[in-house]
């Protein structure tokens, strides 16, 4: 199976970092499709635990090309503090390739992102203040800055005197803000040019020759379903594709050439920032999985809201993204809990959805019709195959499996690399 992509089932933080850093293990080549470093995930290795944000995983692995596909968004000194500080710690990053179609969040996207949320107030997206959503914004618009743009002076200066033209008028008249300078701009971006240059290449090439060659490829989304652009929560989202369809958007890799998709969701559910979220705890239960998950954002370090197993959510990813294998995270955490509820439907005012509701309005309002499985009380931390699980720990995941439309191939039993259960090959 040359081209895996590895995807969140839920509103984010499942663990896909641990699930892309597997398969990276057995594979040449890790792309990140999608985001910028509004995301982050967390891979411990021997003990030791690295947050990534805007690297792909399978930059700790060695032997394994990552890869910045030209769906992301590059915040330039982001990806070298993170560079140096893994360089730092022992691990090669020489073979990282960065698009030259990338696109780079300027200085004042993070500016315009950060006084956007505060003007809106109570009508707040939830958003990470880092302008990821400003850059995807001036992509569409046809005004943004690419990475290939860095190495020509002439056209970087013309590309900021014509996105500030217009930003300066939001910022100074509508925000009550300094304008920003061109000159100042300018300077912030050219900073790391000269290092970035040598490592920027023709991605798309890369892959289709690599997957010609019979190698393989796993395609990294950040952020997840429920926050894609047009299949989540809007106007709760990500401003980019994180589902199926945006890694071949996000790579220029054709969706022919795509032989598995593999979705990853926690043994129950999190979610970050704004937005309707209807199996939301807001009682002991709620702050008990926050503190035993240890739900709280590798990026911005804010507090997740905790909630049981969707079954509806993850059914939805599943067909949004025509799921072949679910990766099942963190069920260690539910270990000591004597009943576990899943939601299998919902309740919209005295209407039963199986199914995701369509309208936004329905799904806001939307109450879970909980399941109650039995739980355990064994720890499971040390398990290596599904039979050495405690009984209601297999009949939990059997009935996941059922319900969620897609098989069960991993289950993640704590932390580490080496705390997985395998049921079936992810690359067989």
Known sequence: ?????????????????????????RTDIVVKFNGGNNAGHTVVINGEKYALHLLPSGILSPGVVPVIGNGVVVDIDVLFQEIDAIEARGHDTSSLVVSSAAHVIAPYNRTLDKVTERFLGKRRIGTTGRGIGPAYSDKINRVGIRVQDLFDEKILTEKIEGALDQKNHLLVKVYNRRAITVDETLEDLLRHADRLKPLVGDT???????LDQGKTVVFEAGQATMLDIDHGTYPFVTSSSATAGGACTGSGVGPTRIDRVVAVAKAYTTRVGEGPFPTELLDADGEWLRQTGGE???TTGRPRRCGWY??????????????????????DVLTGKDKIPVAVAYDVNGRRF???PDDQSDFHHATPIYEYLDGWTEDISQAREFDDLPVNAQRYLLRLEEISGARISSIGVGPGREATIIRHELLS
Request: hydrophobic residues 45%; proline residues 3%; without cysteine.
């Open 310 to 331: 969707d079954a509806v959510v993850v059914r939805y990813a599943s067909r949004i993204n025509g799921l072949t294998d679910l990766v099942v995270t963190k069920l």
């Open 1 to 25: 199976m040359p081209a895996v992509v590895v995807l969140g089932a839920q509103w984010g933080d499942e663990g896909k970092g641990k699930a892309t850093d597997q398969l990276g293990a």
């Open 354 to 356: 199986d199914e995701m």
């Open 204 to 210: 798309p090439l890369l892959l289709n020759t690599a």
């Open 296 to 298: 709280f954002g590798t």
